[in-house]
């Protein structure tokens, strides 16, 4: 059976679960990401974005909140309608919801190299090659000195260290990573590099049937 991933994010309210704790991470190293952004217009984008939680929360009490541009994608029309719902209740007004395919790189072109790419739950539900592909693709998505924060389980095979050589190969410098200790893999890389141009209809990953 397919996964439900409107009920998934039930978790996300269940104090001391995985995903309450990865939840607060991203929040926390998003809002440090905004804090240390140039002055003037940003540039955010989120894939496969859920229902917003990782953004919305963050951005609706940020001194930079009206400065932000955002684009989150997002295939589940239930958890699209519930980020549209959060972004229309707190008047960010810079948030696009677009129901779609978050791997398609079409789906940014508009709106790359990004100030702020947030590739949480990805890296944990696609093959190992797909999570290097997709890291090739972020030195396109993002901006010189952009940020990018990502998320991987830190179970057996970890592959969190590798993932982080995969991003120094592409021209990212670490901020901060999770531990294993923290039951979540959260990175958070800058990128020192130029963004590359973004490749038209390429398909960066594939979801693993669950």
Known sequence: MARDWLAWHDDYDQ?????????AEVQGQVRAALDRAPTGPLRVIS????QGRDLIPVLATHPRRDDVTARLVELDPRNAGVAEDAARATGLTGVQVVVGDAAVTDAYADLVPADLVLLCGVFGNVSDAHVRATVGHTAALCASGGTVIWTRHRREPDLVPTICDWFAQEGFTPVAVGTPADRV?????????????????VTMFHFLPR
Do not use: D, Q, Y
């Not at 104090?15 to 990865?22: Q, V």
């Not at 894939?47 to 859920?50: I, K, M, N, P, T």
């Open 185 to 201: 893999g959260v990175g958070v890389h800058r990128h020192l590099g130029r963004p590359r141009p973004l490749p038209p209809k």
């Open 15 to 23: 104090p001391g679960s995985a995903l309450a704790a990865r939840l």
């Open 47 to 50: 894939v496969c974005a859920g």
